[in-house]
């Protein structure tokens, strides 16, 4: 039997139109859904400058440091807490689309991002500590055997929760802690020690208290917040992380008002200080030092900067060139100003910055 063999046109257009079709769904794809925008861009250009340089700098900051800074305050000084407070309770839609056309609030959350793939990826090695400082006075530590978290307030805090074993807060006003957050801690039956969140049972106190979470043991004192009329109001912290991790020891004083007579369950001495800038007259110096109810630090991170719920700097919005000023003035030579989304380790008895 004789083979047939004929030519189709219209055949080959269809084999072209479907290869050509799928070629372009495969480039699809493999190509970004989405292009950043002018200020997503320049957000992670500030937030990679800014995280070039150490945190852990002698005064006066290098040229780059010192730019990031500027750039930080001038994006600060045009973000009202007003519009601030709306992008925290907006929908998520709402909140990521604000990121999207605003240099700040873009920051702000590749800071977060980073430090939570950070907290999900890493493995801590013995005798080490992890420390990422994520906004106002919120930290986050991870030691080989455990990860905590202190003071947490931001938009997208309640995605920490699958990560955390445990978290501090040092009293109840809304830039010291996420609603969501507690809930979600709450709900997978973790730890939220506080001095006012009853549902935590055993770890809800307002009176001085110990815990062991693991490997790692708590000291709590209840003192005044700084502003008159709010007594016995703070949680301050005194924590020992661990053997495991490089017995690591830190103090987390909240708002508190400074009074060495309240501080009656402290460590006398800590390798890491986090004391929040106060409204009066350096008041942070009271607790330093070899007294009763003092601590000698290794190191202070001064924090509460830049706080974009408070209005202005009447109001506790203390700005990084007065951070910089107060840090000097500290009674300790090893005083810093960490900013968003930057990371310390603890190892060998010792602070390094990771750039």
Known sequence: MRRLSFFNPLLLLVVLFIFSCSKETKEEIEKPSEELTVQQREGRELAELLWTTSP????????????????????????????????LKSID?????QEKYDVLLYYYRYAFDRILNDIKDEQVEDGTAHIWMLYNMGYVIKTPSCCFAIDIMHRW?????????FL??????????????IEAMLAERKPVISNFIEESEEYYSKKSSNYTIGKVTIHTSITDHNNSGLSNFVTVYSIDCGRDSGNLTIMHTGDSNYKPSQFTNILNK?????PRYAPNALTENNIIGDGKGQLIPDYVLLSHILELTHADVENSR??????????????????????????????????????
């Not at 839609?93 to 689309?97: D, F, I, K, Q």
Request: with cysteine; aromatic share 12%.
């Open 318 to 355: 203390w700005s990084l060139p007065m951070a910089l000023e107060r840090a000097s003035l500290i009674n300790c030579e090893q005083t810093y100003v960490p900013m968003w989304g930057e990371k310390l380790i603890w190892k060998n008895n010792k602070l390094y910055s990771v750039l």
């Open 168 to 181: 501090c807060l040092t009293h109840n006003h809304q830039d010291h802690y996420d609603t969501k957050l």
């Open 270 to 274: 800590v390798n890491i200080l986090i």
């Open 56 to 87: 852990l700098q002698e005064q006066p900051l290098d040229e780059n440091r010192t730019l990031a800074f500027e750039r930080i305050q001038e994006y600060a000084d045009k973000c009202t807490s007003d519009y601030f407070e709306s992008y």
């Open 157 to 165: 805090a309640e995605k920490l929760a699958p990560y955390l074993d």
């Open 93 to 97: 839609l709402t909140s990521e689309n």
